[in-house]
């Protein structure tokens, strides 16, 4: 059973910066597990912000940026703003047409 | 615009069944794999499923595995995800997603509610 690992929770000042990091249980994340990152705020369906990697989403700010860094994927947030205060999810794929949810990281401006 | 509706919500007794439906709009179905997504309650989110653009490749998580069936009706523009042998850790809200061909979850339905309770 793969499990994707994330940090439960965050904090970043504003205009600060922070790097949220998505992991797998067993091994690496690389390009072929085609990272994605998903907001959430309560009440809301998810939205797309980085897709392979390090693809923007349309409409995401640049301040928003994706990466593999080391052996996990990374998800930066520059210039944090007030209303980034969300819930972040990062999705894997793990193979033969399975994809696994991170559990989410919960980031706090303030 | 693209456009993803979900609908079934309900409540159902433990061990009983569920339909739910995801009407799609503005793209062109046929030609995208679909997935579905769920969120209990304070929790994050779980993927359950993926089905091809054609419906001939079916992917399910080991925790709905055998249980819950995708299917898809390119004729009308809807997918669909059976669902038996319902528990109580299945109350859940559903979404459905397209997935594109870069890999991406996008757009995502607002989800309906699905409460399994006796």
């Known amino acids: 059973q793969t499990v994707v690992t994330q940090e439960p929770s965050f904090s970043v000042s504003p205009g600060g910066t922070v790097t949220l990091t998505c992991g797998l249980s067993a091994g690496s994340v690389s390009t072929s597990n085609y990272p994605s990152w998903y907001q959430q705020t309560p009440g809301q369906a998810p939205r797309t912000l980085i897709y392979s990697t390090n693809t923007r989403s349309s409409g995401v700010p640049d301040r928003f940026s994706g990466s593999i860094l080391g052996n996990k994927a990374a998800l930066t947030i520059t210039g944090a703003q007030a209303d980034d205060e969300s819930d972040y999810y990062c999705a894997l794929y793990v193979g033969l047409g399975i994809w696994v949810f991170g559990g989410g990281t919960k980031l706090t401006v303030l | ?118």
């Open chain 2, 1 to 118: 615009e693209v456009h993803l509706l979900e609908s079934g919500e309900g409540l159902v007794q433990p061990g009983g069944s569920l339909r739910l439906s995801c009407a799609a709009s503005g793209f062109s179905f046929s030609s995208h794999a679909m997935t579905w997504v769920r969120q209990a309650p304070g929790k994050g989110l779980e993927w359950l499923s993926l089905i091809s653009h054609d419906g001939a490749d079916t992917y399910y998580a080991n925790s709905v595995k055998g249980r819950f069936t995708i299917s898809r009706d390119n004729s009308k523009n809807t997918l669909y995800l059976q669902m038996s042998s319902l528990r109580a850790e299945d109350t859940a809200i559903y979404y459905c997603a397209k997935e594109d061909s870069a890999h991406r979850f996008d757009p995502w339905g607002q989800g309906t509610l699905v409460t399994v309770s006796s």
